[in-house]
């Protein structure tokens, strides 16, 4: 088979972007940390919700069941990038602003709110 990877391109903090190539069955995660990018994770099972992401553009596949982002989150486009894999190239935001607007309640106490 000569398919390509498809491509996750990541918005990151400050306006910066980078693209990376997930290979098939990998996490997007992985695929980001193959890549060098030091993206905010912690448990690695969907369970913590570290790691979410908001989808911009794509579909995603999830490689087991997302404990922490809930189907709901889940519609409204938030992403755990742990175990979930691209269903084609996809745009992925990706910032501990990110995760403030995803979980507030959880992660409202991180220094990324600007108002220091
Ligand atoms: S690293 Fe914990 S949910 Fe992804």
Redesign the pocket.
């Given at each position: 088979m000569s398919q390509e990877s498809p491509t996750v391109t990541f918005e990151l903090a400050d306006g910066n972007t980078a693209t990376v190539d997930v290979e098939d069955g990998e996490s997007i995660?992985d695929a980001a940390d193959d890549a060098g990018l030091d993206l905010r994770?912690?448990?690695?099972?969907?369970?913590?919700?570290?790691?979410?992401g908001k989808l911009v553009s794509g579909e995603v596949e999830y490689i087991e069941e997302p404990k922490?982002v809930t189907e709901d989150k889940r519609e409204d486009g938030w992403v755990?990038?742990?175990?979930a894999t691209p269903d084609g190239d996809c745009t992925v935001a990706k910032s501990d602003e990110v995760l403030v607007e995803a979980f507030p309640r959880v992660w409202q106490d991180l220094d990324v709110a600007g108002d220091d």
């Open positions: 995660l994770s912690g448990c690695r099972q969907g369970q913590c919700t570290s790691c979410t922490a755990s990038l742990c175990i």
